[in-house]
């Protein structure tokens, strides 16, 4: 295919410089002055950038994209489509699909889903365990091997909780560089757990998920990957006592990293008292001290990365009774936007930190290749331009994901994602989603 060619024009770079930045046939070719007489051929697309921000391509690890088995909630077309138009140029399709992604032929499926959708590369998961079910482990090596090559394994939704079998998944990848991303939630401490367990689940009377069943979970496999030496990712940290317990693993050289949700940045569990089943997610939105403790790790690092846990359902999981609902939250077209209000906005990250924490940092954890580059002649062209001082309204009707269950409709966020470019293509022009295949 042959690419037009662009000139982002006059964009703050994330270390601050600004640049006009020449793309063509997929690479970053020139990043000039501004002002400078950049040669301006007609074949140029320009793009004027002067207010805007440009950050490498973001990376989700955490994305539900429901394919195979639940199209009703999303596909991995419609997932892509909504990533690009949050600013991603890649995602992580976690395993919990029907069938489960638990082998080379199912990953392979969706990988190649992915690639024929071409608005973002998807690195699918594998499952720790068949099925999910937590008793023996998946086909991990044939899934690695496979063309997916897939090095992240997680059986997210459910935790891997049998301790003989977390080890055995930690020893297995580590013979090849993989990572265990583990959804840490003790099942016996949340049997028909609703929401965070404290004063509004008491006053509410809906079952309460005590922090003590996410935070002795990441405390026994910081344990045991200090034992194993492999290597540990926490699925979204939602407690301040989870915090504390990664910054102790950290500082005792264990090799752990952790992520958070934009949903957990902004949200306590104040908003259940709407019994709007839209707030309910797995895990539970936490007290206000929670997410003063989760800014605060991200802002310092001992969090490594935002990771959105997009989460589809269709209208009827949710717009029912709240015992009955299903959890979870869409995240991907908002998640820029919720990281700059509750992070940059309130001084606690620069640019640059972000594009650390949404880009560079999770293409690292995740291996992938031409993901998460620096901004430089050269490097794939895998960019974000975000207008930081625009306001949008978030309308769940003109979501690209084929869910609606958006926690923020009717809400006005800070940060416009104008364009996003994957290989050097646009697939956001001025906001629109770009058809693949019309630029010819
Ligand atoms: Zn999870």
Redesign the pocket.
Known sequence: MNFPKYIIKGATLPNGDQRDITIENELIVALSQTGSATPISTDHVVIQAKDCRVLPGLVDL?THLREPGREDSETVLTGSRAGARGGYTALSAMANTSPVADTAGVVEQVFRLGQEAGYLDVFPIGAVTEGLLGLSLSEIGAMADSIAHVRIFSD??NCVFDPLLMRRALEYVKKFGGVIAQ?AQDPRLTIGSQMNEGEISARLGLKGWPAVAEEAIIARDVLLNDHVKSRLHI??VTTAGGVEIIRWAKQRGINVTAEVTPHHLLLSDEVASTYDPIFKV??PLRSEGDVHALREGLAEGIIDIVAT?HAPHPTESKECEWQEASFGMLGLETALSIVQKTMVDSGLLDWQQVAERMSHAPARIGGYDNQGQAIAVGSVANLVVIDPSRNWLVDRDLTMSKATNTPYHGHTLPGVVTHTFFKGRATVIDSTVEKIGEVQ
Do not use: A, E, K
């Open positions: 955490h997210d939704g959804h699925c979204h797995n895990p846990d």
